[in-house]
């Protein structure tokens, strides 16, 4: 019995993480810390060592954020991380939640970054549209995932794309200026985008320094 009920707490517990890690982090990530690592390394600027310290930074955001009522229905804070930059993206209805959120990004180790992009809703209500709106901003990434990844002059997984209310927001590293364009020449053409807000830097950025 004992057994059993500790069984259950592990289980609960790695269902827990995975939940965080999926809540709070771009798919890219996600996907390269679990399957195909070394294949993926050939084309990043990112190590394997970098991509789980930005893991490990933003399940622990990602828990602050669950605590104290960043990540509902009501006020939705999402998490992005690229080598202790982050990038919160999402809407609040309360403009204290949006200063918060900052608040508990410093609190983790190995921050080095905070970028703000928390849209507030200041009719502090929920509506039907904020349904809909979700599904399209999901889709929209989704599609500019796709053209990142058929480019053929873009080094797709040094790229993480976010999208709230029709706003696409990148984050990453670029190997030079001509990448960097293209990337946002390439999410500004997708059908539905209003706008593309750039948060990537170049290879020899000296915010890219340990």
Same mark, same amino acid.
């Given at each position: 019995?004992?057994? /059993?009920?500790?069984?259950?707490?592990?289980?609960?517990?790695?269902?827990?993480?995975?939940?965080?890690?999926?809540?709070?982090?771009?798919? %890219?990530?996600?996907?390269?810390?679990?399957?195909?690592?070394?294949?993926?390394?050939?084309?990043?600027?990112?190590?394997?060592?970098?991509? @789980?310290?930005?893991?490990?930074?933003?399940?622990?955001?990602?828990?602050?954020?669950?605590?104290?009522?960043?990540?509902?229905?009501?006020?939705?804070?999402?998490?992005?991380?690229?080598?202790?930059?982050?990038? /919160? +993206?999402?809407?609040?209805?309360?403009?204290?939640?949006?200063?918060?959120?900052?608040?508990?990004?410093?609190?983790?180790?190995?921050?080095?970054? %905070?970028?703000?992009?928390?849209?507030?809703?200041?009719?502090?209500?929920?509506?039907?549209?904020?349904?809909?709106?979700?599904?399209?901003?999901?889709?929209? +990434?989704? !599609?500019?995932?796709?053209?990142?990844?058929?480019?053929?002059?873009?080094? +797709? /997984?040094?790229?993480?794309? +976010?999208? %709230? $209310?029709? $706003?696409?927001?990148?984050?990453?590293?670029?190997?030079?200026?001509? !990448?960097?364009?293209?990337?946002?020449?390439?999410?500004?053409?997708? @059908?539905?985008?209003?706008?593309?807000?750039?948060? %990537?830097?170049?290879? $020899? $950025?000296?915010?890219?320094?340990?």
């Amino acid at each position: 019995m004992i057994n /059993l009920i500790l069984k259950n707490k592990i289980i609960y517990k790695l269902y827990l993480f995975i939940f965080i890690i999926f809540a709070t982090t771009s798919c %890219v990530e996600t996907i390269v810390i679990t399957s195909g690592v070394g294949a993926g390394l050939a084309y990043r600027e990112k190590s394997v060592d970098d991509t @789980r310290s930005d893991l490990k930074i933003a399940t622990k955001i990602g828990f602050k954020f669950i605590k104290n009522g960043l990540k509902n229905i009501g006020n939705s804070v999402d998490i992005t991380v690229n080598e202790g930059r982050v990038m /919160l +993206t999402g809407i609040v209805r309360d403009p204290n939640k949006a200063k918060l959120a900052q608040d508990l990004c410093w609190q983790v180790k190995d921050v080095n970054e %905070v970028i703000d992009e928390i849209k507030i809703d200041e009719t502090g209500k929920l509506k039907i549209k904020d349904f809909s709106s979700a599904l399209f901003d999901y889709l929209l +990434t989704t !599609e500019i995932e796709t053209k990142f990844a058929l480019a053929k002059d873009l080094r +797709t /997984l040094n790229y993480q794309i +976010t999208t %709230v $209310d029709n $706003d696409v927001y990148l984050l990453g590293v670029a190997i030079n200026e001509k !990448e960097m364009n293209r990337a946002i020449a390439i999410a500004s053409k997708v @059908r539905g985008v209003s706008k593309v807000v750039n948060h %990537v830097i170049l290879a $020899d $950025d000296s915010r890219r320094a340990k």
